[in-house]
């Protein structure tokens, strides 16, 4: 799978998940949103595609979370292998959906 086709489905569903627009960067490998902030919280995904082989990609995803306190921003571990996995799977399921479309 090209590395484009696996930024479009990341970038799609980071932003389906209300985190905007991410920023590409297909020289790095990169992906990065800016903050979200809700209420008290601000949240930030950063991400990585690599090439493992000439057929296999792998991704590495971090999700920044983050609790407001008299001191400024705190860092507060939320998410659970179950929520990453989820996380995968729906960008899986979109990467299917770009491999479907026409170029």
């Known amino acids: 799978i090209r590395e484009e086709i696996i930024f479009r489905a990341l970038t799609r569903v980071l932003k389906d998940r209300g985190f905007g627009d991410a920023e590409v960067n297909p020289e790095k490998g990169t992906v990065t ?6 209420e ?3 949240f ?3 991400g990585e595609v690599k090439k ?3 057929r296999e990609r792998a991704v590495t ?3 920044t ?3 407001k ?3 400024g921003w705190k860092p507060k571990k939320l998410l659970g292998k179950e929520q990453y996995e989820k996380l995968f799977d729906e960008l899986e399921m979109q990467i299917y ?3 479907s479309k026409p170029d």
Request: hydrophobic share 30%; charged share 35%.
């Open 65 to 67: 979370t983050e609790e």
């Open 33 to 38: 949103t800016d903050y979200v902030v809700q």
């Open 69 to 71: 306190s008299s001191s």
């Open 44 to 46: 930030k995904v950063e």
């Open 40 to 42: 008290n919280w601000r």
């Open 97 to 99: 959906r770009e491999l």
């Open 61 to 63: 995803l971090s999700l």
């Open 52 to 54: 493992v082989s000439k």
